[in-house]
């Protein structure tokens, strides 16, 4: 995937829209998160989103390398 930043939004807005309001439904028991409760935080050029199932505990994450 080829990232680029853009004027005014950048890429990882983007990305983080997109997770809050596709990647809500837990892999391991089923459970839709509404809330679309992904965390982020940054790590040493990464931008990293963590999302944790309220119902069953289960943590997902999705690492996305920043250029530049
Ligand atoms: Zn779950």
């Avoid at 990882?12 to 997109?18: F, G, K, N, P, S």
Wanted: proline share 4%; net charge positive; charged share 30%.
């Amino acid at each position: 995937m080829v990232t680029r930043v853009t004027k005014g939004r950048t890429p990882i807005e983007r990305l983080r829209r997109r997770y809050e309001t596709t990647d809500t439904k837990c892999p391991d028991c089923g459970y839709v998160d509404e809330e679309g409760n992904w965390t982020s935080g940054s790590n040493g050029g990464r931008i990293v989103y963590r999302h944790v199932c309220p119902s069953c505990g289960a943590d997902r994450e999705h690492v996305f390398r920043l250029s530049g």
